[in-house]
């Protein structure tokens, strides 16, 4: 079922995607070589609860046999695609960190995601970083009504391959708002001009997930961490939007 958000909805999301937004630029500031991802989730729940919200991941149930999801944000180094579970491992210079966040508040969700540098990276990955952010935002144009879901998938994959890179096809992007994950799926790869139509009132997170080698994927043993299958580096950058009259609207800024 996809919800179409009232007005008060809205401003309730349009909250914990600033405290999303406000986290994530936090934690940019704070990535360095030497500290710890574990070190990086501390300071990103302690914000988010210093603003009366809590970690959306944290305590996450994907189903299955793996644990529900141990920490409050996503920490994914070089070829950990997303879902990186943060813990002792200690940031290296020429790495990149894909940092995600969800923040739940009086009952609504946001959902955002970036990519950082550690130190000095290689061009490169720095071009993988780019090329990944640039995506997101050419999905972000297609995000207006009566277009249909898939011209935000093609638009995304095309830029992305036209690029040299290739996009993950085992993940997507997903309604966001009243859940943490909502219909319509929002794949970064399809055909222009097919799935749902989007519609006034629609809280979508486009998130392209890029990978410099190929685009295939694994899961790690601890049952979430993804990883390239040939263990080449990936990028991630995300937002929530809103669908509405006129341009699409970005909430998870500050």
């Known amino acids: 079922m ?9 401003d309730y999301i349009r909250e914990s995607c600033k405290i999303t937004a406000e986290a994530l630029q936090l934690l940019k500031r704070y990535v360095k070589v030497g500290i710890t991802t574990k070190e990086l989730d501390h300071i990103a729940e302690e914000y988010i609860k210093s603003n009366n919200a809590v970690a959306a991941f944290k305590g996450y149930s994907q189903g299955g046999p793996s644990i529900d999801y141990p920490a409050a944000i996503c920490a994914s180094v070089d070829d950990e695609v997303v879902h990186g579970i943060p813990g002792n491992r200690v940031l290296k210079n020429g790495e990149i960190i894909s940092l995600d966040v969800g923040v739940k508040k ?21 071009r993988l970083m780019d090329v990944t952010e640039k995506s997101l935002y050419i999905g972000i144009e297609q995000a207006v009504v009566d277009n249909k879901v898939h011209d935000i998938s093609y638009a995304v994959q095309e830029y992305v391959e036209a690029n040299g890179f290739s996009i993950v096809r085992d993940l997507c992007g997903h309604g ?21 139509k989007l519609k006034n009132g629609m809280t979508i997170a486009i998130e392209p997930m890029v990978n410099m080698g190929k685009y295939n994927v694994k899961t790690n043993y601890d049952g979430w961490t993804v990883l390239t299958i040939d263990g080449l580096p990936s990028a991630h950058f995300e937002h929530t939007i809103l669908v509405s009259n006129g341009k699409p609207e970005i909430l998870t800024v500050c």
């Open 176 to 196: 966001v708002g009243k859940y943490l994950h909502e219909e319509p799926s929002i794949p970064n790869f399809g055909k222009k001009g097919s799935g749902p």
């Open 2 to 10: 996809i919800y179409i958000k009232t007005k008060k909805e809205i």
């Open 106 to 126: 009086n009952g609504y969700f946001g959902d955002a995601a970036l990519s950082v540098a550690v130190g000095e990276i290689s061009k490169e990955k720095q």
